[in-house]
């Protein structure tokens, strides 16, 4: 679940497994099928999904018996800095004394591959194409308002 955001603290080797800063990161980039290898993608594409937000990876997270911090944060390959594509997620992967807090969840790619293989069962994406999910509509202009701009030769003469 999600926990209320602890002090950051410098990183150091001594820090426990259990220390938010040994979290690991999840970026929406790791598990989108659009991006290439050198753009972030983590997995094969065939594991992938379009356009994941950190609020699905959220969602996903919150109900699978899990620990994860939300972060405001912008993956460095990211090229675009609009609040659609930052986001990170911190999953707790082991306890205090290095067991795996999960046993489902081995690895981080265990992680991302669960997150990616639930992402298409949620119900925002069950009505909604990937590439229209996550564009903005943009309102329609009215041809018959008096926006201007048409009609007339006002000032569009030759100049003397």
Same mark, same amino acid.
């Given at each position: 679940?999600?926990?209320?955001?602890?002090?950051?603290?410098?990183?150091?080797?001594?820090?426990?497994?259990?220390?938010?800063?040994?979290?690991?990161?999840?970026?929406?980039?790791?598990? /989108?099928?659009?991006?290439?290898?050198?753009? =972030? +993608?983590?997995?094969?594409?065939?594991?992938? *999904? $379009?356009?994941?937000? #950190?609020?699905?990876?959220?969602?996903?997270?919150?109900?699978?018996?899990?620990?994860?911090?939300?972060?405001?944060?912008?993956?460095?390959?990211? /090229?675009?800095?609009?609040?659609?594509?930052? =986001? +990170?997620?911190?999953?707790?992967?082991?306890? *205090? $004394?290095?067991?795996? #807090?999960?046993?489902?969840?081995?690895?981080?790619?265990?992680?991302?591959?669960?997150?990616?293989?639930?992402?298409?069962?949620?119900?925002?994406?069950?009505?909604?194409?990937?590439?229209?999910?996550?564009?903005?509509?943009?309102?329609?202009?009215?041809?018959?308002?008096?926006?201007?701009?048409?009609?007339?030769?006002?000032?569009?003469?030759?100049?003397?």
């Amino acid at each position: 679940m999600a926990t209320a955001v602890p002090m950051k603290k410098n990183w150091s080797p001594s820090m426990k497994h259990n220390d938010m800063e040994r979290w690991i990161c999840i970026y929406p980039a790791y598990i /989108n099928r659009k991006k290439t290898r050198q753009e =972030g +993608r983590r997995l094969p594409k065939e594991n992938c *999904v $379009d356009n994941p937000s #950190y609020i699905e990876i959220r969602d996903v997270l919150s109900v699978s018996n899990l620990q994860f911090l939300m972060e405001n944060k912008k993956y460095c390959r990211e /090229n675009s800095s609009e609040m659609e594509f930052r =986001g +990170r997620v911190r999953v707790q992967l082991r306890n *205090v $004394d290095g067991t795996l #807090y999960n046993n489902d969840f081995p690895t981080r790619e265990s992680i991302m591959l669960h997150i990616a293989s639930k992402i298409p069962q949620l119900k925002t994406r069950q009505n909604k194409s990937g590439d229209s999910y996550h564009q903005q509509s943009q309102p329609q202009s009215n041809a018959s308002g008096s926006g201007g701009g048409g009609g007339g030769k006002k000032g569009k003469g030759k100049r003397r």
